[in-house]
């Protein structure tokens, strides 16, 4: 088992990577808990709810609830209602929920344990790739129909418990939504990370020592950056890579239509882009495109409107005033948060989006 102990200003926690931890995962807690309410969805409620309620078989009171799988459950109605949940069931400020599952369980239940009773310990237990980025930051939060994650908050877990035995069962659509935002951590942080990123195939089986020392590096890359700004005052920024256009391309495509890391992907391509024509520099563009090709990422999004795209954009967490600020690479591992005037926009993704259909 790997552990890693996130510092920030607020609190530390653990983050424990292993195989088989969903059975012993009590262990490794500061603390018991009388009450324990288990947050899922439908399609890791079969897989692997069972052996984390065994594990819980020693708590007084245990609850569960499953939501529909899927990025359309994490809105402000099953929030409501997770929360209502929580009521009749009777939990109360020293109960801990666990939020197993991938990212969109991962934020969801974080927001209820943010929110119920001004806030209740939480536990992250990843089961998906991407998930190495969502479990870790504590950024917990909503959509709306207008924007991602517009609703939301800092809220530190007290531990991340990630059974890598989990990912044995991900889609391939899954594996390749995990590893843009692991290209996206490599990105912003060497060409070295990027390199041996650009050498991994995603076809299953993965190779299990790759994927758990790249999975452990993304953590890495993130826990620094974390560590000197939790609430994203500055640095924590450089994670946005690929975001500003990737979280438009998901309200505007609908959310669940390209998964988050498919839409972070073309989003960080078009960063690229932009980057070389604002600093004139090289960067692996191409070769970042062809492997987005081997992988078989959908990377063509026609008949979008740029105008209903920009505006999706100036919404973003990072704009302001309306004027988007975008992750931009000087080179890799120097990455950079420049305003960008809406022509330049408006001509850059015009091209950009035509290059893509060809
Ligand atoms: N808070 C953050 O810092 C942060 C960072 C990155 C992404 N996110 C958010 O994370 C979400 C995406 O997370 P995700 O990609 O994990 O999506 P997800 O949670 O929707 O999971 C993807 C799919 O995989 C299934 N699944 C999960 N674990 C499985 C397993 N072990 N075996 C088989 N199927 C499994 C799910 O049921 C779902 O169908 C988005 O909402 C995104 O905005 C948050
Ligand atoms: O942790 C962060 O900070 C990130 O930006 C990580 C992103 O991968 C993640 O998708 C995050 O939820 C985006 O945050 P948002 O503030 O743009 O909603
Ligand atoms: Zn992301």
């Known amino acids: 088992m790997d552990k890693l102990t996130i510092q920030t200003s607020t609190n530390a926690y653990d983050v424990l990577v292993g195989g088989g931890l969903r059975h012993q995962f009590l262990d490794y807690l500061d603390q ?56 009749n069931m009777g939990l109360d400020r020293h109960g801990l929920i666990i939020a197993l599952g991938g990212g969109m369980i991962g934020d969801l239940a974080g927001f209820v344990a943010a929110t119920f009773m001004r806030g209740v310990d939480y536990l992250q237990m990843p089961t998906t790739i991407l998930a190495h980025d969502s479990s870790v930051g504590g950024k917990v939060a909503i959509n709306h129909p207008e924007g991602k994650n517009l609703i939301g908050s800092f809220y530190p877990p007290k531990a991340v418990i990630y059974d890598v035995e989990t990912l044995h069962t991900i889609p391939q659509t899954e594996i390749r939504s995990g590893y843009a935002e692991i290209a996206k951590h490599s990105m912003i942080h060497s060409p070295s990370f990027w390199t041996d990123i650009n050498q991994v195939s995603l076809e299953k089986p993965l190779n299990e020592t790759w994927l758990i020392r790249d999975l452990i590096r993304g953590i890495e890359v993130k826990a620094k950056i974390v560590e000197q700004d939790e609430r994203e005052a500055n640095v924590r920024q450089f994670l946005n890579f690929g975001h500003t256009l990737g979280h438009a391309l998901e309200a505007e495509l609908g959310y669940g239509v390209y998964t988050h890391g498919e839409a972070v992907a073309i989003g960080m391509l078009f960063a690229m882009e932009l980057s070389q024509q604002y600093f004139g520099n090289r960067l692996p563009v191409d070769a970042f495109l062809q492997w987005l090709k081997t992988n078989h990422y959908p990377i063509q999004v026609a008949n ?55």
Request: charged content about 30%.
């Open 32 to 87: 018991s808990y009388d009450d324990v309410l288990v947050i899922t969805d439908s399609n890791v409620e079969s897989l692997y709810l069972q052996d984390v309620l065994t594990t819980l078989s020693s708590v007084k009171r245990v609850n569960y609830t499953v939501v529909p799988a899927g990025e359309a459950s994490k809105n402000g109605r099953v929030y409501f209602d997770l929360l209502t949940e929580a009521i």
């Open 304 to 358: 979008l409107s740029i105008t209903a795209l920009m505006n999706r954009m100036k919404r973003d967490k990072k704009a302001k005033q309306q004027r988007i600020q975008m992750v931009l690479l000087k080179e890799l591992g120097m990455p950079v948060v420049e305003e960008i005037d809406d022509v330049t926009i408006k001509d850059a993704l015009q091209l950009f989006l035509r290059k893509l259909v060809k």
